[in-house]
């Protein structure tokens, strides 16, 4: 037998038992005569101890170990003279009576501690130490806990689980397919899907009303900080529902993950219009956790004088509550902030209401009253701070969110225990692109249009067209996009109407989508869905910005796998057999 008991298991109760244990060596201490093992498993550490009383082959052994060597131990559970209570085994020890090596190890290349010195591509290559770390442990764990939970919630609503393929169609609209080359149709391939989308349309269309599946997605997106090329998505759909249907269904799926996961009682998730989203924060994603909303006062401040506000096509202010002290050098610290690249504005304008009244950087061109006009429209007082943008209103906007964000950063408003999930509502249908020439849908084509807007889906002038609402929606908590859906096209020519805005012949959209079309004369009931991104959602939860140490086997941000050192050129031999091309060059 290897073990009775976990390493995580043994407390006081256990003293005098007799156990065996099996693990890895996390830690060797000697003191003397004495010999200390941390020895650990996936549920804790135990201590292990061998001395002069210990027998001779067990000191032999013992003197021959070395950190992560897999070891198993006989021994009985003694009571600790000075007692460790940081950790759950902390009373006991265990004096060792017999020891076998089950396996050596390597010196391993960073400790495996909570805090290791191991550097990101080192872990990455041996992503099964860093597994062995706590950190990672905890996070996989709560992974899983976040699906058990996922499947209990949908379970009760009469979800289905329902696996739609990997291997499908590559279609042109969204991010770049990965493509899977096929053998036995030759010149011919897969593409892994982006999300089940049309699957599970179709799976409405065949009546299965309440569909999902915790699914893995795959995107050939260019490569930014944290982004995977393939994640996870917990994706549903149902039938028979309106916007407020699933906005409710799936605050109830959230509702059930804060209380059963964080043990957090989730108030009401307000809704929030995405124009009402762009105007007040800057983005379609706000961080509610704080207020700090951004007023426009393009107006207040036109035909002073100042060529750069009357110049503005926008003017924005934000006003940071009792910043009004801040010296000199702090203020230049956020005019830097604002003019790096990311970010992009070419100066930042202040105004501090202090103890001896109102100070600003342009204080040449208006006057006390003035100035109070601005206080007063960003609802700033004594002892506050205001901060000035202006430029291209969009550009502004989103510089001002910026600012905003990284100001509730430094004054501490954006604590990790906190929680603001809000829906974001009434996106816009689609979004032009000047460079192209043409709409693209933004969220994908098979959102449909509001029923009031319908008329100007179907004008041929741009700005009708473009002026389009979406029953589209967003799960959106601290600022991070955690889910979105909309309510679909269930009507064939209203489906035609959206690929011919979006650019496509009949013949392109029949050859792309002529399934889902189809699909759609027999019977397509009204239906909506909604996809969450499932690593963000645990990262969230677990307290973190990064997705990658919810995945247990991430990729890096060059797309690598290091471990399996992936992607890899493959042999002619297989080229050949896929119909491949086989004089791609090595680089
Ligand atoms: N398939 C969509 C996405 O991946 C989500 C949805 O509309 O349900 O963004």
Redesign the pocket.
Known sequence: MYRTHTCGELRIQNKANKVTLAGWVQRIRELGAMTFIDLRDRYGITQLVVDEKSADDVKKITSELGREFVIRVEGEVKERSSKNTRIDTGDIEIAVENITVLNKSDLPPFTIEDNSDGGDDLRMKYRYLDLRRNPLKQALALRHKMAQEVRKYLDSQNFLEIETPYLIKSTPEGARDFVVPSRVNAGEFYALP??P?TFKQILMVAGYDRYFQIVR?FRDEDLRADRQPEFT?I?C?MSFVEQKDILSMFEGLARHLFKNVLNVELDNVPQMLYADAMKYYGCDKPDIRFDMKISEITELVKNSGFSVFDNAEYTGAICAKNCGAYTRRQIDELTEWVKRPQIGASGLIYIKLGEDGIKSSIDKFFTTEQLQKIADKTEAQNGDLILILCGKKTKTQSMLGSLRLELGNRLGLRAVNKFAPLWIVDFPLFEWDDETQRFYAM??PFTSPKPEDVNKFYSNKNEDIGSVNANAYDFVVNGVELG???IRIFDRKLQQRMFEILGFTPEAAESQFGFLMNAFKYGAPPHG???FGFDRFCAMFGGSDSIRDYIAFPKNNSGRDVMIDSPSPIDNVQLEELSLKVDIKKK
């Open positions: 982006q999300s989308q997605c998505q994706d759909e969220h994908h979105g859906g909309s869905g909604i996809a």
